[in-house]
């Protein structure tokens, strides 16, 4: 599995941003795919996820109602689409290859990593 993540940028606040992830290996279509994101010194944290068919996702409170995960398994590529962002939003974000099917939050269960691109909202 290689993942590459791209769409990552300045966007002021309020503005959107749409994130993409290519697997470019196409292996990933009977795995979810999720989303996390870090900031320096922190953990790195869930944002969202979304099963292997696309049909159940789930999302961190915090960002619950404003972005929206999706995946096209033709195309082998994960989104995460972000609306009304704010500057807490700041972070590199990550894509992620789950070791199941199903959506999940938690952290240990994901098995890849993309390498990582930077969203900052300026205020």
């Known amino acids: 599995v290689q993942l590459q993540a791209s769409g990552g940028g300045l966007v002021q606040a309020g503005g959107s941003l749409r994130l993409s992830c290519a697997d470019s290996?196409?292996?990933?279509?009977?795995?979810?795919l999720g989303w996390f994101r870090q900031v320096p010194g922190k953990e790195r944290e869930f944002v969202g996820s979304?099963?292997?068919?696309?049909?159940?996702?789930s999302y961190a409170d915090s960002v619950k109602g404003r972005f929206t995960v999706s995946r096209d398994n033709a195309k082998n590529t994960l989104y995460l689409q972000m609306n009304s962002v704010k500057p807490e939003d700041t972070a590199v974000y990550y894509c992620a290859v789950a070791r199941g099917s199903g959506a999940t939050s938690r952290l240990d269960s994901y098995i890849y990593w993309g390498q990582g691109t930077q969203v900052t909202v300026s205020s």
């Open positions: 979304i099963s292997w068919r696309g049909q159940m996702t």
């Open positions: 290996r196409r292996t990933t279509s009977n795995n979810a």
